[in-house]
């Protein structure tokens, strides 16, 4: 074995000894957790014992799946569940097949597969912020309408529909579509309840409960919605602000990430292409390469994290 295959070697050996002994770890407070749960029921019959771990079973796993069919519907995906799973495991699988090719080694997949899943999570993540920035304009724009309207004397039902009828988001229309659906057979409350399945809102939230207030005391209903309506504009224009700033710095990681890019192209061209020779022709070179380029790649994450600000 060359001196390369045996620090590999050990650096696999120490990781699995590491993710070994963390596994223990959490396995022996699992065991513990589970020898507190099994005195509290020691006492009931065997029947009724039964009957409780069963239950706790089922739920553990409902709980699993609805998380899972939330942030499906969070995303706007509507296929089945089984095809999301199988996309997930196909393009985390995609991710460590990619990795192992340019690194032509097995270690490949132990890198690629984590990225994988770090990569998946963050088009979910994207698409799931991208939908909840167009609803909230949508809304905030829906709601300025439907105070106007009902200022003009038109009634709460009729300028709520108006109002989302000329909305320029198909993605807002549809969403609200199902509330009109449900309005009638569960309840507006309910209603605008399983509207959050659908989008992660606050502004929504603030909405609903605007309406409930404003039905309950009753009064001048369109006062009340005035005042959510300025509270939206606000937290939209201070969104928009936000969303600058998070921009130029973004914008500052790539053009650092660029200027590396085109140092490497440079060097290499000044060096008769040997810098490409050395990093893409040995194996060597290939891990320090991807090394670099995961480095980076984890700077930009960090700089996104340090820099986002939610409201």
């Not at 053009?255 to 000044?270: K, T």
């Amino acid at each position: 074995m060359t001196n390369f295959e045996i620090r590999i070697l050990l650096l696999l050996v120490i990781s699995f000894s590491a993710t070994f002994l963390a596994y223990i770890m959490y396995v022996e407070y699992k065991r513990i957790k589970h020898l507190k749960y099994v005195k509290n029921v020691i006492s009931l019959k065997e029947e009724e014992m039964m009957d409780i771990l069963e239950k706790n079973e089922k739920a553990q796993t409902l709980a699993f799946t609805k998380k899972l069919h939330l942030i499906m519907k969070h995303a706007g995906l509507e296929f089945p569940l089984p095809v999301f799973i199988f996309l997930f495991v196909v393009f985390v699988a995609g991710s460590g097949s990619a990795f192992t090719l340019f690194l032509q080694h097995w270690l490949g997949y132990f890198i690629g597969i984590p990225f994988g899943v770090m990569i998946f999570y963050m088009i979910l993540n994207g698409i799931t912020l991208r939908r909840k920035k167009e609803f909230n304009r949508a809304l905030a724009t829906s709601i300025s309408v439907l105070v106007k309207m009902m200022k003009n004397g038109i009634g709460f039902e009729q300028a709520l529909l108006k109002a989302i009828t000329v909305s320029s988001s198909s993605m807002f229309k549809d969403i609200f579509s199902r509330f009109f659906q449900e309005k009638n057979a569960i309840g507006e409350v309910e209603a605008f309840k399983n509207l959050n399945d659908y989008v992660n809102s606050k502004e929504l939230l603030i909405f609903a409960l605007a309406i409930k207030i404003g039905r309950a005391s009753g009064g001048q209903f369109s006062n009340t919605l005035e005042k959510v309506e300025k509270t939206i504009s606000y937290r939209k224009k201070m969104q928009e602000k936000v969303d600058v700033v998070t921009r130029e710095a973004s914008m500052g990681s790539y053009i650092v990430v660029g200027i590396a890019i085109f140092l490497y192209f440079s060097l290499n061209g000044n060096f008769d292409g040997k810098i490409h020779e050395y990093f893409m022709n040995s194996e060597y070179g290939r891990f320090q390469l991807l090394g670099i380029a995961m480095w980076v790649f984890i700077g930009m994450i960090a700089n996104k994290i340090i820099t986002r600000i939610d409201k």
